[in-house]
């Protein structure tokens, strides 16, 4: 009679406490490694979409001038109805909850570096016609009683006296020719690398969604990724005017902070011509 052997007996292995130990140093070695950067990596992507946002507009602002021969009519004064910079409430881009933001690039801000301006046509000064013969008829100032910053744009407004028939608003608007002049040294280096002339200024204007591009050259308006309600997010447009009366020049394109990628603003300063003149 066969007897079975027993089978031996398979020993459990479990983990001891030093190697648990050392798994969670390990763990918190990454996670210390990790965490910092995660905030890091999601500011890179949201750069990286303003980036191609940014070249987006430019090449849908400059494809509707070379079509239409002007560039879109009712962009954003970034004007508020009484004729200040649509500004931030507070000192505290933390707790704003309205106008541009209030923080900005590299310091700079970008509600800083605009100043209202009223243009002129006038003997050596034309800086009026120069924005008109771009094709700039109206645009829509800001209501600082609109809750959603990115919805304020409501007030259209001429910036010189137009048929009933051609305005958004079926009716003969006020013609009142404040702009929102760019007059920060931040931003006249970045788009004027060469500094401006005596007879050149830059002027800027918001991409809104009222503007008429929208529906022929684009179907929507980007907002700066993550931003809400409380701070303008919308791109902005800036524009060379001359006091000779030429054509005004698109120069660049910045998010709400007033950033654009160096890169980027290179190559847009390169492509114009001398003078950065169109005709």
Known sequence: MNIPKPRPQLRSHGFTLIELLVV?????????????NIGMFGRS????????????????????????????????????????????????????????????????RLQAQLTPTTLTNATGAEYLRSLTRAGFDW????????????????TARGLIAIDASISPTGAALIAS??????????????????????????????????????????????????????????????????ASGERATLVGVSDSYGRTPDYTQQQFNESLPDGSRQG
């Open 177 to 242: 020719p404040i702009v929102a002049e760019v007059t920060g040294a931040y931003l006249r280096n970045k788009f004027a690398p060469g500094g401006l002339r005596a007879n050149e200024r830059i002027v800027a204007f918001g991409f809104g969604q009222r503007n008429t591009a929208i529906g022929r050259f684009t179907t929507t308006t980007p907002l700066y990724p993550g931003a809400d309600k409380t701070y303008y997010g919308r791109y902005i447009l800036y524009f060379k005017i001359y």
């Open 139 to 154: 645009v829509y100032d800001h209501d600082i009683a609109v809750v959603n910053s990115n919805e304020s744009n409501t």
């Open 24 to 36: 969670l140093v390990i763990v918190a070695a990454l996670a210390a490694l990790i965490v910092p």
């Open 45 to 108: 992507s949201d750069m990286a979409v303003s980036a191609k946002s940014q070249a987006d507009i430019a090449n849908q602002a400059s494809l509707f001038f070379v079509t239409q021969k002007r560039y879109p009519q009712g962009l954003d004064s970034l004007l508020d109805t009484t004729g200040a910079v649509y500004a931030a409430d507070t000192t505290s881009g933390d707790t704003q909850t309205r106008g541009l933001p209030y923080s900005g690039a590299d310091g700079t």
